[in-house]
């Protein structure tokens, strides 16, 4: 499973960059660091990482989207324009597919849509698995199906499992064999930690320096 970063923080992506398959983020994301030309931004994060970076169109329509798609495609060939799950959105991902550009189907919560993004030519589709959550509906379950859809119908689109809010989200993705996840920056650095490991580490310190 790929481990993507969700984030646009240039000192964290450095720090994990060799545990990383990726980065992803978003207007929300980029809109944290105003003081730098988002293309600018991206470009260094494509230098930083061995992997797709998904960079967001603003646009909500085909013909700008098709423009945006392709100006941040520009930037490196590690881009995938990120395009929401709306008809004009699957129109430019088909349209960018076709122009072999890689593309991540984002704000996706339905299996309607993740069979639109894969008929649509999509490198990725980014379920919201948190966000579903948060609304009463099970984000896993949707994983789950989707994983199932694209399996039996041989899809390459790839799932990619996104709003990820605590570890279960993480063991639970991985069980279900999603093939790639993004992570906020807390999430990924609790994954190197076990208070066992902690305190194993403290007693095998404390007894090699006994005397
Ligand atoms: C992924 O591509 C999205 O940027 C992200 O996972 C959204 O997460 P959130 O629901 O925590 O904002």
Not at 43 to 56: D, F, M, Q, T
Not at 150 to 173: D, F, G, P, W
């Amino acid at each position: 499973m790929e481990i993507l970063l969700d984030s646009a923080d240039l000192q964290e992506i450095e720090t994990y960059s060799v545990f990383l398959s990726g980065v992803t983020t978003n207007p929300s994301i980029l809109s944290k660091y105003r003081d730098t030309d988002p293309s600018v931004r991206l470009k260094r994060i494509c230098e930083l990482v061995n992997g797709s970076v998904s960079a967001e169109v603003i646009s909500n329509e085909y013909d700008q989207m098709l423009e945006e798609g392709r100006r941040l495609a520009s930037i490196s060939d590690n881009i995938c324009v990120k395009l929401p799950c709306t008809f004009d959105g699957f129109k430019t991902c088909e349209k960018l597919s076709n122009e072999g550009i890689a593309t991540n189907m984002t704000l996706c919560f339905s299996l309607p849509q993740a069979l639109l993004a894969a008929n649509s030519g999509a490198t990725y589709i980014s379920p919201f698995v948190g966000r579903l959550d948060d609304i009463g509906q099970d984000g896993l379950a949707l994983l789950d199906d989707i994983v199932e859809l694209y399996r039996v119908n041989q899809y390459e689109t790839r799932v990619l499992a996104a709003s990820i809010r605590h570890m279960q989200h993480i063991v639970q993705a991985a069980l279900i064999g999603v093939d790639a996840i993004t992570l906020p920056p807390q999430l990924l650095k609790q994954m190197f930690l076990h208070p066992l490991t902690t305190t194993g580490l403290e007693i095998f310190q404390r007894d090699w320096q006994k005397k």
